[in-house]
């Protein structure tokens, strides 16, 4: 049904920026999620942000509270993930899903549609 691409991964040195999108290619139900998710070598797969289409509301990670924000343009079908202060172990390719549910889950296992992710190096 919907399709996720995410952009706007790259290189970047300790304490920049990104802002990675995600472009949905359908209109997702009012009672979803989008979540952001990352993947270090080596490592699972970890919940970084989350926001709900039904009320708006976000929930983040412990480790990228006040660095990351999580925001959404409906008109354009996109979920942004503004990432700043970033820090070496913020490296990882970094996927975003949807839950078809009505509250923000950490779970990699509740998501049901993910993108192909976009790598993003933070260099000491």
């Known amino acids: 049904q919907v399709q996720l691409v995410e952009s706007g991964g790259g290189l970047v040195q300790a304490g920049g920026s990104l802002k990675l999108s995600c472009a949905a290619s359908?209109?997702?139900?009012?009672?979803?999620?989008t979540g952001w998710f990352r993947q270090a070598p080596g490592k699972e797969r970890e919940f970084v942000a989350g926001?709900?289409?039904?009320?708006?509301?976000?929930a983040y990670s412990a480790s990228v509270q006040g660095r990351f924000t999580i925001s959404e343009d409906g008109a354009k079908n996109t979920v942004y993930l503004q990432m700043n202060s970033l820090k070496p172990e913020d490296t990882a390719v970094y996927y975003c899903?949807?839950?078809?549910?009505?509250?923000?889950?950490?779970?990699?296992?509740?998501?049901?549609?993910w993108g192909q992710g976009t790598q993003v190096t933070v260099s000491s």
């Open positions: 899903a949807v839950d078809w549910g009505r509250i923000i889950r950490a779970g990699v296992s509740e998501y049901d549609v």
């Open positions: 359908a209109r997702t139900f009012i009672f979803s999620v």
């Open positions: 926001i709900s289409r039904s009320d708006g509301s976000t």
